[in-house]
């Protein structure tokens, strides 16, 4: 029998939540079938994939400290990505966010003051949104395409931070070693306990989290946004003025990814290095989509996205899988993901059949 | 770093570490025990490079101790945030020496070691040793100064091209007696540098060979994870040194030799201490004498007499007789570093963030 | 309900029962996700047959012809050409058969010339002369000049018509398709065509005429089969039909009537057009030339002309979609806004119902109250900057309420609603905002009768509220049956006002042409 792909009439709301169950019983299934090949036992494999991880609190603390910048950064893309404004250089904010918390960490004169903290903040997020604010403008006033530009950013932001990192911010002591010297024990987010990572900057997350959600369900801005986003024309034809989508989707977006970026320095790294981040700037677009551009379901993706990766060190620590193994599955997973979405919008049927002498 | 008053909260937080089973277990393992030993890799494991001898000694590790050794790796950790996770990981999970191979890796096992002091934490490449954690590192320079002497024998343009990884004392300091190892041949020999600040980006590494090679050096050495410099020297049909593996199945018969790079007997010693409970933190910094740098075949293409000297002044290292950093040692500024009859001190050696006179190319 | 076959027996064939049919349709079904487009449609046309598909919008009478022309494929059915079935079809299947199709919406490329537009559909080596002496030959002969060289921009919409048709006969067609050939023509350049038409069907082509518009049926068909949601509901013979027959089985009732009372109209024009002069700024566009247009309170007045000639320029100046750069010459209550936003000029109590209702008058996937509040927001739907969702949820209610928008209710998508339904939701929700000034773009495009003596119910009673109520339309049936007066828009130009009273179909067509204008504008453009 033949299949053809049709469109629903209305999105079916049994996908809308049925997706993501598809999305991993498949997965399930697939990689059940390759770890068997390979010569693994698919339920040990998948138990140390999803389930070791989190078996305790230091699991735990880890997930959640990963998760935290994923979901961030999230947050402030899906506000953007909602309006048609496609902020892909969140990396470079991120870096740039980094750069300038860490500055003041480094050089502010006086290193005990609990200032240095919140100062740190405020620096980080100002450093991610005057990244952001180039291709805000170029794209508000003459059009630039933000794709290119935020993306062109992020190279520049590298290089400005492997600059620094090489040049005058190099440690002193550093042996030559591209990183700056530790920050002071004030610039450092405080942790919840010292046995485990997990440190206070995940509150910021917690509060971005529920901004975003209040400012894009309940906000009339957040709406404005939307509908630039769904509709130019209609935005248009209401007077909703989409330079203005511009500048906060990119503002927003940038601001985060810098605070993302300042509590990586000040919380698991608690110095600059030439490689800051672990590509969180592209995988939180990842979890943006994977949410759906939703709070809820950008919480959800950050912490899928973490144990993920979680999940993908313990298969090598535990079963010794090859790396390589392990990033096939993670794509697997993502790609039924967001393959399954496409069971909202649209179903299989059997092709009509070929009747005799019929015009099919 | 923790400051003093988490310092303080640890004393509250003890229960929970007991909770966890990660500080309770029994300070060293018993002999019949089995011993759980971890490592972790910067990249994976391959024909050659960095890693791959890295896992050499992990299997020397496995070979001597049979099944009274349990052995855990994982590979592709370079980012500080992840390296802290995975020996944190590794040392709750019961391991009691944990091997790391990276210079990355340096900030999170400080971190680490600290919250587990009863687990012996092993650092290659490292700068700063503790209580627990101890740093091993090879005498590069020893093999480049060799393999200098081999290419001041057949270089004709007296360019040697150096690739490498990143600005690092170990990586300035094998460069610069690469070219005073050519001068002890030809003193006009220069030596060209460009950094990657990668250690693994085949492409931009390709690039900067060719770069060199249109330069006009006709030695090519990378001291990186790849052996992309090797293969572009052999395509081009100019020499090649390989680094830490014999590269010579890359070098289109132009592979000169390689210095190569022998962990085995640190990762057994190691584990066979901790095995026996006598394991001590130390700073280890070993070369020919000790084999953990070994030189491989040179290449029958290099005439007699440069072998012979390559020959010689090897046994003369080994010996101690001969000192690549012997005096007089002047900086590309023309000033003396080391006056005629001395040599440069370990510290020098160690923080190298100078070149020696003859060097194209800038430090950062 | 009688079935098709009972009115078949009832009816015998105009035409010569012994000849083979040149198409027959068996039982054809299409089905689309939620709707049936044509359930057990059959019929057949007899060689030199004019046969009319008459239907309302969305009665599925576009969905068949592609079916015949094979760019869509039936779920069902099986369709007979002289007598042969048809195994497998296609578009290259028609054109090796004969069948040609002019659709409603062109397939031209604009930038270049009419004889290379007509190349691409020529399979095989040509030569462009030759190609364009052919042309030539065959426009002259069904009556349709035109100059095979000249750049498809530069052409009207009449003129765009004629050079698919021309490429269709250059095939020599056995079976002619014509979707809704007239909804872009002048009433004059609609007698050139069906004299055309009348030619062909002598020559023994036979033509498939789609339209909803039972006038020109009826002097023109010879028969004609009548669809409604998808199913056949009668067949005629329209020139022995009346009007009111015909109407009552493609509606399924009988019209709704529209009252049209008296106005009073205030002193001064809610909204003024003074001497509004803008170049186009695309050369696809058409430039505005020396526009005068006032509105008064209590009045309805029509913009008529076929589409292309500035009405969409002339709408996005009012609406403050794009802002015009001169003094005081787009005045809202005598306040100039030429250079405010849309937002603004609604904050002055201007409303507006675009054409393209998704996408511009709605956002598709939003619901209902997120539609009611794009433009309803100002109803104090928004404190403190936070949305007042039961504010607006409310004023959904009240618009599907009061203007009986067909919804499971306000949390539907937007496009999950029929056009008809849409429009109306849209229509309400602009009404409901009391604006002073209404401008509405093709009120009942797409919608259908019933839904459109409502829609246009609802424009006249606002207007004698005391409201200014702009129309801009190409259905001269409409702009006669609801406005006060009218103007004519022509290649950017607008005449002087018209007293509905005192003019006719006659004079307002002969100004959709340009040709009663004083200008000395190339007249041949605007046909």
């Given at each position: 029998m033949r299949f053809q792909i049709e469109r629903r009439a209305e999105p079916s709301s049994f996908m809308r939540f049925g997706a993501p169950v598809y999305a991993t019983f498949s997965t399930l299934v697939v990689s059940s079938i390759m770890f068997a090949l390979l010569g693994h036992n698919p339920a040990d494999t998948l138990f140390a994939f999803f389930i070791t991880p989190l078996m305790t609190i230091n699991g735990i603390s880890e997930w959640l400290l990963k998760a935290s910048p994923l979901i961030l950064i999230g947050c402030g893309l899906a506000i953007g990505f909602r309006a048609n404004v496609w902020n892909i250089g969140a990396e470079g904010q991120l870096v740039i966010g980094a750069v300038c918390a860490s500055g003041v960490g480094l050089f502010y004169p006086a290193p005990e003051s609990t200032l240095l903290l919140p100062l740190m903040v405020i620096a980080g997020m100002a450093g991610g949104m005057v990244w952001?604010?180039?291709?805000?403008?170029?794209?508000?006033?003459?059009?630039?395409?933000?794709?290119?530009?935020?993306?062109?950013?992020?190279?520049?932001?590298?290089?400005?931070?492997?600059?620094?990192?090489?040049?005058?911010?190099?440690?002193?002591?550093?042996?030559?070693?591209?990183?700056?010297?530790?920050?002071?024990?004030?610039?450092?987010?405080?942790?919840?306990?010292?046995?485990?990572?997990?440190?206070?900057?995940?509150?910021?997350?917690?509060?971005?989290?529920?901004?975003?959600?209040?400012?894009?369900?309940?906000?009339?801005?957040?709406?404005?946004?939307?509908?630039?986003?769904?509709?130019?024309?209609?935005?248009?034809?209401?007077?909703?003025?989409?330079?203005?989508?511009?500048?906060?989707?990119?503002?927003?977006?940038?601001?985060?990814?810098?605070?993302?970026?300042?509590?990586?320095?000040?919380?698991?790294?608690g110095q600059l290095s030439a490689q800051i981040s672990p590509g969180y700037g592209f995988a939180a677009i990842i979890v943006a989509f994977i949410g759906r551009l939703h709070a809820v379901g950008i919480v959800l993706g950050g912490l899928l996205l973490s144990l993920l990766y979680l999940g993908g060190e313990a298969v090598q620590l535990s079963l010794g899988l090859p790396s390589a193994l392990t990033s096939i599955f993670q794509g697997m997973l993502l790609f039924f993901l967001l393959a399954s979405d496409f069971l909202i919008f649209y179903r299989f049927t059997p092709s009509p059949k070929p009747t005799k002498g019929g015009v099919t | 770093m923790t400051n003093s008053s988490r310092r303080e909260f640890l004393k509250y937080s003890a229960a929970a570490g007991a909770a966890l089973g990660s500080t309770s277990l029994s300070n060293l393992a018993m002999a019949?025990?089995?011993?759980?030993?971890?490592?972790?890799?910067?990249?994976?494991?391959?024909?050659?490079?960095?890693?791959?001898?890295?896992?050499?000694?992990?299997?020397?590790?496995?070979?001597?101790?049979?099944?009274?050794?349990?052995?855990?790796?994982?590979?592709?950790?370079?980012?500080?945030?992840d390296a802290e996770r995975v020996f944190r990981e590794m040392a709750s999970s019961g391991n009691k020496l944990i091997f790391g191979t990276s210079f990355s890796h340096g900030t999170p096992m400080?971190?680490?070691?600290?919250?587990?002091?009863?687990?012996?934490?092993?650092?290659?490449?490292?700068?700063?040793?503790?209580?627990?954690?101890?740093?091993?590192?090879?005498?590069?320079?020893?093999?480049?100064?060799?393999?200098?002497?081999?290419a001041g024998h057949v270089s004709k343009s007296a360019k040697i091209g150096f690739i490498g990884g990143f600005p690092i004392p170990d990586i300035v300091?094998?460069?610069?007696?690469?070219?005073?190892?050519?001068?002890?041949?030809?003193?006009?020999?220069?030596?060209?540098?460009?950094?990657?600040?990668?250690?693994?980006?085949?492409?931009?590494?390709?690039?900067?060979?060719?770069?060199?090679?249109?330069?006009?050096?006709?030695?090519?050495?990378?001291?990186?994870?790849?052996?992309?410099?090797?293969?572009?020297?052999?395509?081009?049909?100019?020499?090649?040194?390989?680094?830490?593996?014999?590269?010579?199945?890359?070098?289109?018969?132009?592979?000169?030799?390689?210095?190569?790079?022998?962990?085995?007997?640190?990762y057994v010693n190691a584990a066979k201490s901790v095995a026996t409970g006598t394991w001590k933190t130390s700073e280890r910094w070993q070369g020919l004498s000790e084999g953990v740098v070994k030189m491989s075949p040179l290449n029958t293409d290099i005439p007699a007499a440069g072998k012979a000297e390559?020959?010689?002044?090897?046994?003369?290292?080994?010996?101690?007789?001969?000192?690549?950093?012997?005096?007089?040692?002047?900086?590309?500024?023309?000033?003396?570093?080391?006056a005629a009859g001395g040599t440069l001190s370990t510290s020098d050696i160690r923080g190298f963030n100078w070149f020696v006179k003859g060097m194209v190319g800038k430090l950062g | 309900m009688p079935s098709?076959?009972?009115?078949?027996?009832?009816?015998?064939?105009?035409?010569e029962t012994n000849m083979t049919p040149r198409l027959e349709l068996r039982h054809i079904c299409k089905r689309y996700p939620g709707v049936i487009a044509n359930d057990d449609v059959s019929l057949s046309i007899m060689p030199g047959e004019i046969h009319a598909v008459l239907g309302e919008n969305g009665a599925g009478k576009?969905?068949?012809?592609?079916?015949?022309?094979?760019?869509?494929?039936?779920?069902?059915?099986?369709?007979?050409?002289?007598?042969?079935?048809?195994?497998?079809?296609?578009?290259?299947?028609?054109?090796?058969?004969?069948?040609?199709?002019?659709?409603?919406?062109?397939?031209?490329?604009?930038?270049?010339?009419v004889v290379e537009n007509i190349a691409l559909s020529v399979s095989g080596k040509f030569d462009l002369t030759v190609l364009a002496n052919r042309v030539r030959d065959v426009s002259k002969k069904y009556g349709l000049p035109i100059d095979p060289h000249r750049f498809v921009y530069n052409l009207s919409v009449g003129e765009r018509q004629r050079v698919e048709i021309v490429r269709c006969l250059m095939q020599k067609p056995k079976l002619l398709i014509l979707d809704e050939p007239t909804s872009v023509l002048t009433p004059q350049a609609v007698i050139k065509l069906f004299e055309t038409l009348r030619q062909l069907a002598a020559e023994g082509c036979s033509i498939l005429y789609i339209s909803h518009k039972l006038d020109e049926v009826q002097v023109l068909c010879d028969s004609a089969t009548v669809l409604r949601n998808g199913l056949i509901t009668g067949t005629a013979k329209p020139k022995q039909s009346t009007p009111i027959e015909l109407a009552r089985m493609m509606v399924g009732a009988d019209l709704p009537e529209t009252h049209l009372d008296p106005s009073t109209t205030s002193d001064t024009p809610f909204l003024n057009v003074n001497?509004?002069?803008?170049?186009?700024?695309?050369?696809?566009?058409?430039?505005?030339?020396?526009?005068?247009?006032?509105?008064?309170?209590?009045?309805?007045?029509?913009?008529?002309?076929?589409?292309?000639?500035?009405?969409?320029?002339?709408?996005?100046?009012?609406?403050?979609?794009?802002?015009?750069?001169?003094?005081?010459?787009?005045?809202?209550?005598?306040?100039?806004?030429?250079?405010?936003?849309?937002?603004?000029?609604?904050?002055?109590?201007?409303?507006?119902?675009?054409?393209?209702?998704?996408?511009?008058g709605a956002v598709p996937p939003h619901h209902l109250s997120d539609n009611a509040m794009l433009t309803g927001h100002r109803l104090g739907m928004v404190k403190n900057w936070m949305i007042q969702r039961g504010k607006a949820n409310d004023f959904a209610a009240q618009i599907i309420r009061k203007f009986n928008v067909k919804t499971t209710g306000y949390e539907s998508a937007a496009n999950s609603l029929s056009g008809g339904n849409l429009q109306k939701f849209i229509v309400g929700r602009e009404i409901e905002l009391g604006p002073k000034v209404l401008i509405i773009s093709q009120p009942t495009w797409g919608v259908d009768v019933g839904a459109a003596a409502f829609i246009r119910q609802a424009l006249i009673d606002l207007s004698r509220t005391g409201a200014a109520v702009l129309i801009i339309s190409e259905e001269l049936d409409e702009l006669f049956e609801v406005c006060d007066r009218l103007y004519v828009i022509c290649q950017g130009q607008l005449s002087k006002s018209l007293d509905r009273k005192n003019t006719n179909v006659e004079e307002v067509g002969l100004l959709m042409t340009g040709l009663n204008n004083n200008s000395n504008s190339d007249n041949s453009k605007a046909v």
């Open positions: 952001a604010a180039i291709p805000a403008f170029l794209r508000a006033r003459m059009n630039t395409n933000e794709i290119l530009v935020t993306l062109m950013m992020t190279y520049i932001a590298t290089l400005l931070l492997s600059l620094l990192v090489h040049g005058p911010w190099r440690d002193p002591d550093g042996y030559n070693y591209p990183q700056t010297a530790l920050l002071p024990d004030a610039a450092m987010f405080e942790l919840f306990d010292p046995m485990y990572r997990l440190n206070t900057s995940i509150l910021i997350t917690v509060v971005a989290v529920f901004a975003m959600w209040f400012f894009t369900e309940r906000s009339f801005f957040g709406y404005k946004m939307s509908v630039g986003g769904a509709a130019p024309l209609a935005a248009r034809y209401a007077g909703f003025k989409q330079s203005r989508s511009i500048w906060v989707g990119l503002l927003i977006s940038g601001g985060l990814a810098g605070i993302a970026g300042m509590a990586e320095a000040a919380g698991p790294l | 019949d025990e089995v011993l759980k030993v971890g490592a972790v890799y910067v990249s994976p494991v391959s024909e050659i490079g960095w890693t791959k001898q890295h896992s050499l000694g992990v299997d020397a590790i496995k070979a001597a101790l049979g099944n009274k050794v349990e052995v855990t790796t994982i590979d592709s950790i370079f980012k500080p945030q400080q971190k680490v070691a600290k919250r587990f002091p009863d687990v012996a934490f092993e650092h290659c490449a490292g700068i700063k040793h503790t209580k627990n954690l101890g740093t091993f590192e090879a005498k590069y320079f020893e093999g480049t100064y060799l393999a200098g002497v081999a300091g094998p460069a610069n007696a690469l070219l005073l190892g050519a001068q002890s041949v030809n003193p006009d020999m220069t030596c060209s540098v460009i950094f990657l600040n990668s250690w693994f980006d085949p492409g931009k590494e390709k690039e900067a060979a060719n770069t060199l090679i249109s330069q006009g050096c006709d030695v090519i050495c990378s001291m990186t994870d790849t052996a992309t410099g090797v293969q572009v020297a052999g395509q081009k049909d100019v020499w090649s040194i390989g680094y830490a593996s014999d590269m010579s199945q890359f070098g289109n018969g132009k592979h000169l030799t390689a210095f190569t790079l022998d962990w085995s007997s640190v390559v020959k010689k002044a090897q046994a003369a290292i080994i010996a101690g007789s001969l000192h690549p950093f012997a005096g007089e040692v002047k900086d590309q500024a023309d000033k003396v570093r080391a | 098709f076959r009972e009115i078949q027996e009832e009816l015998p064939n105009v035409l576009s969905t068949l012809m592609k079916i015949i022309y094979g760019a869509i494929r039936a779920d069902e059915g099986e369709m007979v050409f002289d007598g042969n079935p048809i195994a497998s079809h296609g578009p290259s299947v028609s054109r090796a058969l004969g069948i040609e199709m002019v659709y409603q919406h062109f397939a031209l490329f604009e930038s270049v010339s001497h509004l002069t803008a170049p186009s700024d695309n050369p696809f566009g058409i430039s505005l030339n020396d526009v005068l247009l006032s509105v008064f309170g209590g009045e309805v007045v029509g913009i008529a002309g076929v589409s292309g000639n500035g009405q969409a320029e002339l709408i996005s100046f009012l609406s403050g979609e794009v802002l015009f750069k001169g003094a005081d010459t787009i005045t809202l209550g005598g306040k100039d806004v030429g250079q405010l936003d849309a937002g603004y000029r609604r904050e002055q109590g201007l409303a507006f119902v675009p054409e393209e209702r998704l996408g511009r």
